[in-house]
């Protein structure tokens, strides 16, 4: 009895550590069966709910983690469509009151057109992210193999790189398996080699290596011929940030893709980072090498 006590009190505390040996056929032993059998369904029970615990954790923080880039991102999204909105009322007013230049209604209302394209383009963005978060959270991730991504990448790309007349240089080994999802991943590095060829002058050069660390491959995407400063570095993954001077969507993008970039590699938990020099900008993506 002294034993079955103990062995209660253990439970009490959720110590499941402490099981009672006795073998008789009595009450007494068929009572210390039942009471070790109670722990052992009540420490299994609470494994589970730890577990269902710490992924629910996790399915908050990630929900968290969406929630603030949705915010930052129509932030954002609210500032850009401000100036547009602005310009478009303006044109409209000075063409309905027929002030000074806008009397030439031909020529302001095909700026007017201009300006809601834009507007148009910005909301496309907009609905763009919207599934593109959907996306992230129906990804799953396997093993891929990260030479064949990247070939196929760089296959994809070849219009542009000859239209600006650049070689590439790629330092591959024959294959490279990591952890991640091949058409995520395929997106990411999409992105970034298309900029490298679209912003580097004619004639540049693209280098693309791989490095083995063991627990990590690391790959590097490095164009020639360019550079950022130390701002435009700090600001090239925010929504809309465009390092063309003039902040026109025409000839700098619309400042999304390696926004876009920065939340797959998040999403993939691959760290990412880029540099620059007086001739040159690099971008690293770290993956986790298979197990």
């Known amino acids: 009895m002294l034993k079955l006590n103990a062995s209660a009190q253990s439970l009490a505390r959720l110590d499941f550590s402490k099981t009672i040996k006795h073998d008789s056929d009595d009450e007494i032993g068929e009572l210390s069966k039942s009471i070790n059998q109670m722990s052992n369904n009540l420490e299994e029970t609470l494994l589970q709910l730890k577990s269902a615990n710490e992924k629910l954790q996790s399915d908050i923080e990630r929900e968290r983690e969406i929630e603030e880039r949705r915010r930052e991102y129509f932030s954002a ?11 478009l009322k303006g044109q409209m007013e000075g063409m309905i009151h027929n002030i ?20 148009e383009t910005l909301v496309q963005n907009m609905m763009q992210l919207s599934r593109f978060e959907r996306d992230l959270l129906n990804q799953k991730q396997v093993e891929i193999d990260l030479v064949h991504v990247i070939q196929t990448t760089l296959h994809k790309l070849d219009y542009f790189r000859e239209e600006k007349n650049m070689t590439t240089n790629v330092t591959l080994p024959d294959e490279q398996f990591v952890i991640g999802n091949e058409e995520l991943v395929k997106r990411m590095l999409y992105s970034v080699i298309h900029n490298g060829y679209m912003y580097s002058p004619n004639g540049a ?12 491959v690391i790959v590097t995407i490095n164009n020639d011929g360019v550079t950022l400063s130390e701002e435009e570095r700090d600001m090239i993954f925010k929504p809309f940030y465009r390092v063309e001077k003039s902040r026109n969507r025409h000839t700098g993008g619309s400042g999304i893709g390696l926004y876009l970039v920065s939340q797959m590699a998040k999403a993939l938990d691959v760290r990412y980072d880029v540099s620059s020099s007086e001739h040159d900008v690099t971008f690293r993506f770290t993956f986790k090498n298979r197990e």
């Open 77 to 87: 999204a609210s500032h850009e469509l401000k100036s547009p909105i602005t310009i």
């Open 100 to 119: 000074g230049p806008y009397q030439d209604r031909d020529h302001y209302l095909k700026k007017s057109l201009n300006t809601t394209e834009e507007m």
């Open 205 to 216: 050069n693209l280098t693309v290596s791989m490095e083995d660390l063991g627990d990590e």
